[in-house]
């Protein structure tokens, strides 16, 4: 009974959420966990534009020296910042405090964002930053109205611009919503570029959020190998066992 209430209730509210949702509309990701130089990528994106605000306190550097194949030396000489020894987790730069007082809100740890916000929502959030003079960091994001994270990547994607046009709300009154948005200052990278990085840089925080899916792989077909060899010994065993019965 309670059951089929549920099913009526999502049903008689699966439209209306699914038409909330089409107006923005999140791009696909397409995230590769096998592409280990997109892995790689990532990782130095990561390391580079997001340390010095979020951690990732459940990932060590040696273990993604070791999953991503990246020399122990070169990934020290490279791609540490915020620690010497490579056995340590990945801590951030500025203290929490600090951060709380910058930005109102202590940047959250990231190890495990790509579980709790998905690829497809995180790859278009860092594509979604937009000018606002409103705002006290300058950019506004479509995807995470009012954040107070800084378009840490504006460097090599530029700055967008919104472009409005009218609509009618729900109410029937006007408004005005943003409906693209357009290049504005110009970045490092080309937007074809600049969705590759990202792309990789996603590509890293769904590893980091299950490094196990890397080895899940392997594990699996060694599964099967043993759990074949074992029907085979128990088939003989029974065989044996039951000479004697018949
Ligand atoms: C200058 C500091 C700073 C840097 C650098 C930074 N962020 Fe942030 N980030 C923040 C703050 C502050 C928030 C909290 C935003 C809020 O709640 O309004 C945030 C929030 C986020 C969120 C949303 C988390 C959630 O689920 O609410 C994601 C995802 C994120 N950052 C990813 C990144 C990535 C990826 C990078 C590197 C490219 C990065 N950030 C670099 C300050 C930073």
Partial sequence: MCRLFAALLVGLFAP???????????????????NRASLQHGAKLFINYCVSCHSASFMRYNRIAADLGIPEDKMKQ????TTDKIGETMTVVMRPEDAQSWFGIAPPDLSVVARSRGPDWLYSFLQGFYADEKRPTGVNNLYFPSTAMPHVLWELQGVKRPVYHTVTDDMGKEVQAIAHLEDGVPGRLSEAEFKMAVRDLVNF??????????????IGV????????????MYLL???YWKDVH
């Fill in 16 to 34: 209306l959420v699914l038409a909330n949702t089409e107006e923005l509309k999140l791009q696909n990701a397409n995230v590769d966990l096998s």
């Fill in 222 to 233: 060694a599964v099967l190998l043993f759990l074949s060899l074992l029907w085979v010994v």
């Fill in 78 to 81: 490279n791609l540490m910042f």
């Fill in 205 to 218: 925080l769904v590893y980091l959020g299950e490094p196990a899916k890397l080895v899940r792989y392997k």
């Fill in 238 to 240: 029974k065989r044996e």
